[in-house]
């Protein structure tokens, strides 16, 4: 089988049509507002907040800064119980709090924080549970929100992955104290960088719109010391544009996953997560597969080189564990021994390439490429 002619990446980011964003780069430069609440910020305030179905939406300037602010004006402090299969933004946020990240293990099943684990590793310093719906795949709230109840504890959720999940009829964001996304390029919906923060308290969003902007109340008035963690103009009116063509991304993108999995369910060796039993409308914000060396013949770190020789960049989301980074290994929480899911977990997926201008002809290919380096050892 030959190679592609171009790379295939996993990923390649949602562009509107150049004349929508050519429009509103006009309506911005005759505004002559640039950033600081403009009219474009506003607006999409105002849509993302019924998009995503909750109450309230603090719009950022990235994701991290959305993890950082949120676990700062909930006031959280000590340690904080996460999950060590994320991103380094999950618990990089909480050490730029001071606070000290505590890895919990992971569900076999659905990859996400396993909430039989947390109440072992609270202790009177916890003050949160920050978990991750790892891959756009809802965590498992009720169970996590019984031990948040019991302990008095806050939960902040890293819903990065997860614009526009829903379970059943409810947003992603109305679960916990507050649920920070990421709109970066690289995510189902994107404005360039940004981020947005979700919560139920109007006393909540009113901290952190003070926050991302130097904690000035008024003109003359500082309440806090706040930090510059705004959304500007363009970031808003890309997002904008965007999220009128969300629905058509996500419905090519939920068709390529019917290929991916129809095709790849039928091989040996090839798994994928699955998520808590009910009913969620999902973003399909990529596609994972989970390689068992012993079945497939060839590890997950081999098949990732093997696809490189075919022009696909897959990526190892996410290898590292977070609590293997030289700067967390000052906890008895990141032993391996403690996290034998996540060891396991880490060193087997591989996410593969996924998005709304991938030809179907494409992920077809990819799936023979994959399924004949199954049965051979050989280049094929
Ligand atoms: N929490 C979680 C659980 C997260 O996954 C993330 C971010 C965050 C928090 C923090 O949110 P942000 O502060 O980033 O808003 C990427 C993204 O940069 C990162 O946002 C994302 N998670 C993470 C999972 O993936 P990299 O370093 O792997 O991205 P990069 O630049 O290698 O891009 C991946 C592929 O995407 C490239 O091979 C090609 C394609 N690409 C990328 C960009 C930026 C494009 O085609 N065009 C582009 O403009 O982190």
């Given at each position: 089988?030959?190679?592609f ?8 980011p949602l ?16 505004a002559?507002?640039l950033?600081?609440?403009?009219p474009q910020?506003k ?11 909750v109450?309230?939406?603090?719009l950022?300037?990235n ?5 950082q602010?949120?676990?700062?004006v909930?006031?959280l ?8 299969f994320?991103?380094?933004?999950t ?5 730029w ?6 890895f ?10 396993d909430?039989?684990?947390?109440e072992a590793?609270i ?10 719906h ?6 498992d709230t009720?169970?996590?929100?019984k ?9 902040v959720y ?8 829903k379970?059943?009829e ?14 970066h390029a ?9 981020g947005?923060?979700t919560c139920?308290?109007?006393?909540i ?13 008024g003109?003359n008035?500082?309440v806090a010391?706040?930090?510059n ?10 997002g904008?544009?965007?999220?009128k063509?969300l629905?058509?991304e ?6 390529l996953?019917?290929i991916?999995?129809q ?10 997560a ?6 969620v409308?999902?973003?399909?914000y990529n596609f994972?597969i ?6 497939f013949g060839?590890s ?9 020789k ?10 590292p ?6 700067c967390?290994r000052d906890s008895?929480s990141v032993f391996p021994i403690?996290l034998?899911?996540?060891?396991r977990?880490?060193?087997?997926v591989?996410?593969?390439?996924l ?8 992920v077809s290919k ?7 380096l199954r049965?051979s050892?050989n280049?094929?």
């Amino acid at each position: 089988m030959k190679p592609f002619s171009k790379p295939i990446y996993v990923t390649r980011p949602l562009l509107p049509d150049r004349k929508a964003i050519h429009r509103k780069l006009d309506e911005i430069l005759d505004a002559q507002w640039l950033t600081n609440r403009g009219p474009q910020h506003k607006l999409f305030e105002k849509e993302i907040t019924r998009y995503l179905k909750v109450p309230y939406v603090s719009l950022v300037n990235n994701g991290t800064s959305a993890l950082q602010l949120a676990c700062r004006v909930l006031r959280l402090t000590g340690e904080v119980i996460t999950t060590p299969f994320t991103f380094p933004a999950t618990p990089h946020a909480l050490y730029w709090n001071n606070i000290k990240p505590v890895f919990c293990d992971i569900e076999e099943a659905s990859w996400n924080i396993d909430p039989s684990k947390i109440e072992a590793l609270i202790t009177p310093a916890t003050s949160a549970i920050l978990p991750v719906h790892v891959f756009g795949n809802p965590c498992d709230t009720k169970a996590i929100q019984k031990i948040a109840d019991k302990y008095r504890l806050k939960v902040v959720y890293d819903a990065a992955h997860c614009f526009g999940v829903k379970v059943g009829e409810k947003g992603i964001g109305n679960f916990g104290d507050a649920s920070a996304f990421s709109f970066h390029a690289t995510k189902v919906f994107n404005t360039l960088e940004g981020g947005a923060i979700t919560c139920k308290d109007p006393a909540i969003k009113e901290r952190i719109d003070l926050a991302k902007n130097f904690g000035f109340q008024g003109e003359n008035t500082i309440v806090a010391p706040g930090i510059n963690a705004k959304m500007d103009e363009f970031q808003a009116a890309f997002g904008l544009v965007c999220l009128k063509i969300l629905a058509r991304e996500i419905k090519k993108r939920k068709k390529l996953t019917a290929i991916y999995q129809q095709r790849l369910s039928k091989i040996e060796g090839i798994d994928f997560a699955t998520n808590n039993n009910r009913t969620v409308e999902h973003n399909y914000y990529n596609f994972v597969i989970r390689v068992d060396e012993g079945e497939f013949g060839k590890s997950r770190d081999q098949l990732y080189e093997e696809l490189k020789k075919y022009n696909i960049f897959t990526r190892k989301y996410f290898y590292p564990l977070c609590s293997q980074f030289q700067c967390y290994r000052d906890s008895s929480s990141v032993f391996p021994i403690n996290l034998p899911v996540a060891g396991r977990v880490s060193k087997e997926v591989l996410s593969l390439p996924l998005y709304g201008g991938l030809a179907e002809s494409c992920v077809s290919k990819i799936c023979d490429i994959v399924e004949a380096l199954r049965k051979s050892n050989n280049q094929l």
